[in-house]
């Protein structure tokens, strides 16, 4: 029997704005329109750059849903020099492919015609399902729509983008709710084949939120919606877990594919109370798998082009970085 194998993939993690329209009530990475609410051009920059001079080959950007619903906000993304955050991202993808880096965008719903124009810049996108129940931590948030997401999703199969979506847990879904969002994002695999990875997220409760004292997940618990998944889900779709949230070395053997993205240089801006393992951590967490590097576009969407042709040379380049990094 060959050796199971973990992947992982190198990266910077870009938070361009903390500004939101949705409202969650277990999110305390929000915060409303103020000075520094925006990451400046020079700081991402420099983070471009130093972390592809650290061997990342991936730019995973972020920011709040729609900011510019939020009053004020547009004045200060122009005071930046853009007219929309979808402007400012579309820079600095462009920066990150000349520093060597390949962007991967999760900015929230996103119309089609949004991901078109985001398309060239990103080797794949990604946007969390979380949950297909209607939930009261989603009440204040329409981007949290289950309709509007999953549509979104479909979307982005229709365009053949490769593309990542996970389940939150613990937010105030059932079992059968975990089982439901699975079901929904296997159907959409089956129609488009465009689903990389599932990410199997466990809530972090944050202090001052509604959700502050919301029991936490446990282990058993993860482990048997980690196991659900793999039952679900079609083979060709890795399910994926964030290694500093919580114990993985304990949910390996659950079925866990892929560790997700970590940074050498940039902290979780999500969950900033939980630190990055390092490679050698990891390798800890694989126990007797074999730990492997990966970019953050599948080796079976490369193979099948799903990519924009201007990103290829980069692409060919840094799949034999990290063949070399990984040993084969």
């Keep these: 029997m060959p050796a199971r194998v973990i992947t992982f993939s ?3 993690f870009l938070p361009l704005t903390t500004v939101c329209s949705n409202r969650c009530g277990y999110c305390s990475f929000w915060t409303p329109v103020r000075e520094g609410c925006l990451m400046p051009q020079d700081v991402v920059e420099q983070t471009l750059r130093n972390g592809a001079a650290l061997g990342c080959t991936e730019a995973l950007f972020t920011f709040g849903e729609r900011p510019e619903r939020e009053p004020g906000f547009e004045k200060i993304i122009r005071a930046a020099g853009y007219e929309t955050i979808l402007d400012y991202c579309e820079a600095m993808c462009r920066y990150g492919i000349r520093c060597g880096i390949l962007p991967h965008t999760n900015a929230g719903i996103l119309t089609s015609e949004e991901m078109e124009r985001l ?11 979380e949950t297909t129940a209607e939930i009261p931590a989603h009440a204040t948030s329409a981007g949290k729509s289950p309709e509007v997401r999953l549509a979104m999703i479909e979307d982005a199969g229709r365009l053949k983008i490769p593309f990542t979506t996970g389940l939150l847990l613990g937010i105030g879904e059932t079992m ?6 699975l079901l929904a994002i296997r159907d959409l695999h089956k129609r488009y084949g465009h689903i990389q990875e599932v990410i199997i997220q466990n809530f972090c409760p944050k202090p001052g939120t509604p959700l502050a004292g919301h029991p936490v997940p446990t282990t058993d618990e993860i ?4 196991q659900m998944a793999k039952d679900i889900l079609p083979s060709d779709i890795s399910v994926q877990i964030p ?9 390996i053997s659950c079925g866990v594919d892929d560790l997700g993205g970590v940074s050498p ?3 979780d801006y999500v969950n900033p109370e939980h630190p990055w393992p ?10 007797d798998a074999i730990l492997r590097e990966r970019l953050c576009i599948y080796p079976k969407y490369i193979e099948r082009g799903w990519y924009p042709p201007d990103l290829q040379p980069l692409i060919n380049r840094l799949s034999q970085t990290v063949r070399q ?3 084969g």
Excluded: F, Q, W, Y
């Design 10 to 12: 190198r990266n910077v």
């Design 119 to 129: 398309r060239p810049v990103n080797a794949s996108m990604g946007l969390m399902l």
């Design 176 to 181: 059968a709710d975990r089982e439901d969002s």
């Design 223 to 226: 482990c048997i919606t980690i």
């Design 243 to 251: 290694p500093n949230l919580t114990d993985a070395t304990a949910l």
């Design 265 to 267: 240089l940039t902290i």
């Design 278 to 287: 390092g490679v050698d951590e990891l390798k800890r967490i694989a126990g």
């Design 325 to 327: 990094r990984s040993g």
